[in-house]
């Protein structure tokens, strides 16, 4: 396998380089000669990023280890450093990311699905697994049993949703990977220092490290990469890091297709231990990866590459050694045992309760949206969404909006509730403007950004709402998505805009008609 190694960077202004100005005025004669003021300092990073053919609008930045502009980067960086403007600071600061690239030698893969498991009726289709502890839907399992692949437990998780919809169970696996190895840079002395970022480690919970701090750098007696070097001594040591891949033996590893593993934890930390309330990582090897991804049930973003060694490296610990008997799996299988007959027949029982599939028609909602309404103007609270806004977002970006959302949103008021959470509809002026943001925030950062997707709402944390306009459904209606603005995911999925507006409806609206 190739190993792609990249520089991940925050740069950022220096602790005391920046005076920030309110307005035109300041209470002092004028900053010291040696501080920027945001807007030049703003610049001057711009400007820099710019030069090297990197985006200023991103907060991180990566260059690979080997692309020829990086030693010209760390020397423009080296000189904005030693003339306190500009460094690699700030959240996170910079780090080095080590990435395996899978081929036909890879044997083992970490699970990692992209999206939290949220409600079943709300899931975005498209992807049979979702993250949490992980899920699989009822299709990863059918397709996990036609391969014949082995060592795999499941939960139903029992489904609270209104509307029927695909089922999602829990799996893991029953056997462990193994405890893993630390990455090479690793100082295993560093776990009983006070001021590294690592420290008093749970020896039951002790596995490979792979993200290793500045304060638990060892670094390597041998020849090292210079440019990887330079990226260090910049770098503030309580921000940097490696962030590496997984290392595991080979003879530890289980002959089962799937296997678990687990993170080092401190003492301080040790989670629940109960017969299925202990949360553990799922891994699967090649011949699974495999089937799996031509039933079309994993996909290449939702795997990572391991490596499997023969051997212990020299100067590395041997953590397979330990007397200390590994973390027990999500269910032992003497456990399961007890607990999948009783899962599976609350499962059938599940199955022959008649629940409503999700088809609502925007007029049965109509008349509740209308007493919203009612409610809203009584209060104050109007639309701040002019239908000419939409107009002009369809003909300034070439974007469509569904005509079922114009026919509401002068209903909604300023905004709507969903989940408990409020949510703006925008402000007069701001709506063309805040469509042309979030798509390009869309094709830049988000996974699964496929063709159509219009925005037109976002929450009080910052997650954003679109429609998908590519939907046949259009022009009159089209499903509604919420993209996570922490994950960058697609995270809520609504089949139709009445479906949508629903939920966003006060419990208590009677559906009085009003004129």
Not at 332 to 360: D, M
Not at 435 to 445: G, N, P, T, W
Request: glycine share 8%.
């Amino acid at each position: 396998m190739d190993l792609k190694q990249e520089l991940v960077f925050n740069l950022q202004y220096l602790p005391d380089s920046v005076f920030f100005r309110l307005g035109a005025a300041t209470s002092r004669d004028g900053p010291p000669t040696r501080r920027l003021d945001y807007l030049a300092a703003s610049q001057v990073r711009a400007a820099v990023l710019t030069e090297f053919g990197l985006d200023p609008r991103q907060s991180f930045n990566r260059i690979a280890l080997d692309d020829p502009r990086l030693p010209a980067l760390l020397n423009r960086v080296e000189v904005l450093n030693a003339q306190k403007q500009l460094g690699f600071r700030g959240s996170g600061g910079c780090w080095i990311e080590e990435t395996l690239i899978p081929d036909s030698t890879t044997e083992w893969y970490c699970i990692e699905p992209q999206a939290p498991f949220e409600r079943a009726d709300r899931v975005v289709p498209g992807r049979e697994l979702r993250g949490g502890r992980p899920y699989g839907s009822e299709r990863f399992l059918a397709a996990v049993k036609a391969a014949g692949l082995t060592g795999l437990g499941t939960r139903w998780w029992k489904d609270r949703s209104t509307y029927r919809s695909v089922q999602w169970f829990e799996i893991f696996a029953f056997e462990p990977l193994g405890r893993g190895l630390d990455h090479p840079w690793f100082d295993v002395q560093s776990l009983t220092r006070s001021e590294a970022r690592l420290k008093n480690l749970d020896p039951a919970f002790r596995s490979g490290i792979v993200q290793v701090w500045g304060s638990n750098i060892r670094l390597p007696s041998g020849e090292m990469d210079p440019l990887l070097l330079r990226a260090f001594q910049l770098a503030d040591p309580s921000q940097f890091s490696i962030r590496s891949y997984r290392r595991y033996l080979r003879a530890v590893a289980p002959a089962t297709d799937f296997a678990y593993w687990w993170d080092s934890k401190p003492v301080s930390q040790r989670p629940a231990d109960g017969p299925g309330d202990r949360f553990r990582k799922l891994a699967c090897n090649a011949r699974a990866a495999s089937a799996l991804m031509k039933a079309g049930v994993l996909r290449t973003d939702e795997i990572v590459a391991i490596q499997m060694l023969d051997d212990v490296p020299v100067g590395t610990e041997h953590l397979d050694a330990s007397a200390v008997p590994v973390p027990a799996p999500v269910f032992t299988k003497s456990e399961y045992e007890v607990f999948a007959p009783r899962n599976r027949e609350e499962y059938r029982t599940w199955q022959g309760t008649p629940l409503p599939e999700r088809s609502i028609d925007i007029e049965q909602v109509m008349p509740r949206l209308k007493e919203l309404s009612r409610r809203n103007r009584a209060v104050g609270d109007r639309s701040e969404i002019d239908l000419d806004e939409y107009r002009a977002a369809e003909q300034e970006l070439g974007v469509r909006i569904p005509q079922t959302w114009k026919k509401v949103v002068p209903l909604l008021g300023s905004g709507f509730m969903l989940d408990g959470e409020g949510h703006e509809l925008g402000t007069y002026g701001r709506f063309v403007q805040d469509v042309r943001d979030q798509m390009q925030v869309l094709k830049e950062q988000a996974s699964d950004a496929g063709p159509g997707l219009v925005y037109f709402a976002s929450s009080s944390c910052g997650d954003a709402f679109f429609f998908d306009t590519a939907s046949p459904l259009m022009p009159s209606d089209c499903p509604v998505l919420k993209l996570n603005h922490e994950t960058m995911n697609f995270e809520g999925f609504w089949p139709t805009i009445a479906a949508f507006v629903e939920e966003t409806l006060p419990p208590d609206t009677q559906g009085k008609e009003v004129h």
